[in-house]
């Protein structure tokens, strides 16, 4: 149990142009998914918080212009990276925490490279 | 959440006790220690979680100490795979009365299970 997907795991995309990955958690409900950005040997950091239903909480310095929550139902959440440039090439991680639980549990990730 | 400090990097010979250590002298009362890993290129993986006691799950056993400023991540008998970035992180429980269920992330020990 307890199992997140992210889709694509990998894009390549061209500057300029957008790109949405979705995050679901495939046999649980969760009304807290996380969103988080990993650099080459950096660690991760988090971007945002999104609650199902309502707008997501941005950590500070993350452009929520740019960088596009939505999460409409439990099981689904969607990262849209607007007008990317190759500064936003990153591995993008979503977690999603359980209903009545604190633990967060995590998809496998999605590589962004914007050429 | 209060900080954690961690070794950068481990060696472990495969098949003896790998023992991780974490110092979160700055911990209060509410706070959870969890232990996540991963592996390169990939998201990360709930390991286990406690507030006081000890704890032990099919990965790994979990020991905190009496005063609750340090705790010991132990996978008894480490395999290749068990090659990853650990890291141990502190957080507010779901009853604390606030809304931050948010994992920070700091650098890890890198663990090598050497065959």
């Known amino acids: 149990g307890a199992v997140v997907s992210q889709h694509p795991s990998w894009v390549i995309c061209k500057s300029g142009t957008s790109v949405k990955i979705e995050c679901r958690s495939l046999?649980?409900?969760?009304?807290?998914m996380f969103w988080y950005r990993q650099f080459p040997k950096q660690s991760l950091m988090l971007m945002a918080t999104?609650?199902?239903?309502?707008?997501?909480?941005?950590e500070q310095g993350v452009e929520k212009d740019k960088f596009l929550i939505n999460h409409a139902s439990l099981t689904l959440s969607t990262l849209t990276v607007t007008s990317a440039h190759p500064e936003d090439s990153s591995f993008y991680i979503c977690?999603?925490?359980?209903?009545?639980?604190?633990?967060?549990?995590f998809g496998p990730g999605t590589r962004l490279t914007v050429l | 959440d209060a900080k954690t400090t961690q070794p950068p990097s481990m060696d472990c010979a495969e098949g003896r006790a790998a023992n991780l250590p974490c110092n979160h002298s700055?911990?209060?009362?509410?706070?959870?220690v969890y232990w996540y890993r991963q592996i390169h290129s990939q998201g990360p993986q709930y390991i286990i979680h406690?507030?006081?006691n000890n704890e032990t799950n099919e990965m790994a056993s979990l020991i905190i100490t009496e005063d609750r400023k340090s705790s010991t991540l132990i996978l008894p008998h480490a395999t290749l795979r068990d090659t990853a970035v650990y890291y141990c992180?502190?957080?507010?429980?779901?009853?604390?009365?606030?809304?931050?269920?948010?994992?920070?992330f700091g650098k890890g020990t890198l663990l090598t299970v050497n065959p």
């Open positions: 977690s999603a925490r359980l209903l009545g639980e604190d633990t967060q549990y």
């Open positions: 046999d649980f409900q969760a009304t807290t």
């Open positions: 406690g507030l006081k």
């Open positions: 700055t911990i209060s009362g509410n706070e959870y």
């Open positions: 992180i502190v957080r507010s429980s779901l009853n604390s009365g606030g809304s931050n269920y948010k994992l920070t």
């Open positions: 999104s609650n199902e239903g309502s707008k997501a909480t941005y």
